[in-house]
């Protein structure tokens, strides 16, 4: 059965490629088709898992077949629901009246002898608009990532969702460890022990250790956090299976070096055979990763970061 995720037109390149390192992540043997902004799993999978752990998801379900024209709307053999709504999301050029989803609900309603809710509805049926092809879909409910609650933060730290599709594009599952050799507060350690994967979290700041393992109590996680230098993920190398980290620059970078030889250093210290995420200020390019995958994230003028991929 195929999933369909639509995703955020903001960071959509990097919103697609989470959702497929999801699903590779648990199934190794899916096959995605990817439009703009809609991408299309055909995997063992459900797509709630998917869902539940994606950021850039704005909506998720299964994909019942194509259309093209609303009147003869055909693949949805679900059981029939109490309540449903059709929403339209148009992905194409072209414009798309809301006299769509009107007349799709007419349809559907009669068919299922349904009542439409537009409040709480039992099922939402996705009547999906491209440039190529109509797909209908549907979802019996909506599933939304849940992030850990944050008492202490840091006006430098990495957002939230930022650090959660860090996690993704990691590949690590439920069950897997990953280490943060530069954790701050905690946010990726966070987002990755609300997902059921264990974290291990390294600073050299005691002050930042304590605001970690405080921020960590607060949801009943038990990452171990250890106050040192980011050398020190030599000697947990054997308990991890990757590495997903935040380098700090600029006020929030304390260390003696430039930001420069600090990745530089760093990345030495990493073995090529663990996966490595990790998001540091543009213009800090080094040979070590030129072939990884980036993305860039704009902040301001003075200021776009990277996520790359290796």
Not at 100 to 108: D, F, P, S, V, Y
Not at 179 to 206: H, Q, R, V, Y
Request: net charge positive; aromatic share 6%.
């Amino acid at each position: 059965m195929s999933s369909f995720f639509v995703v955020s037109k903001q960071y959509e390149e990097l919103a697609r490629d989470e959702i497929i390192s999801i699903s590779k992540s648990y199934d190794g043997t899916s096959k995605v088709t990817v439009l703009p902004r809609l991408v299309m799993v055909s995997s063992k999978v459900p797509w709630r898992t998917i869902a539940k752990r994606a950021t850039f998801a704005r909506h998720a379900g299964i994909i019942a077949g194509t259309f093209d024209d609303v009147s003869k709307l055909e693949g949805i053999t679900m059981s029939r629901p109490e309540t449903f709504v059709c929403r339209t999301i148009n992905l194409s050029s072209k414009s798309v009246g809301s006299s769509l989803e009107r007349q799709a609900g007419a349809i559907l309603a009669k068919r299922w002898n349904s009542k439409v809710s537009l409040s709480n509805p039992q099922v939402t049926v996705y009547l999906i608009i491209t440039d190529s092809k109509n797909y209908l879909g549907y979802a019996d409910s909506q599933v939304m990532p849940l992030h850990p609650k944050k008492l202490v933060k840091h006006p430098h730290e990495i957002d939230i969702k930022l650090a959660r599709c860090m996690v993704n594009l990691s590949g690590l599952k439920e069950g897997k460890t990953l280490c943060d050799p530069f954790c701050g507060t905690g946010t990726i350690l966070l987002e990755a022990e609300s997902m059921g994967i264990s974290s291990i979290g390294i600073d050299f700041d005691k002050i930042m250790c304590k605001i970690t393992k405080k921020n960590l109590a607060a949801n009943g996680f038990g990452s171990t956090v250890i106050n040192s230098g980011f050398e020190e993920i030599k000697n947990v190398m054997g308990e991890i299976d990757g590495i997903v980290t935040d380098l700090p620059y600029g006020i929030s970078s304390r260390a003696s070096v430039s930001p420069k030889k600090l990745l530089e250093d760093f990345i030495s210290v990493i073995p090529k055979r663990k996966k490595l995420v990790m998001v540091y200020k543009k213009g800090l390019e080094v040979d070590q990763i030129s072939k990884a995958k980036k993305y860039e994230i704009y902040r301001h003028k003075s200021l776009t970061r990277v996520i790359a991929v290796t």
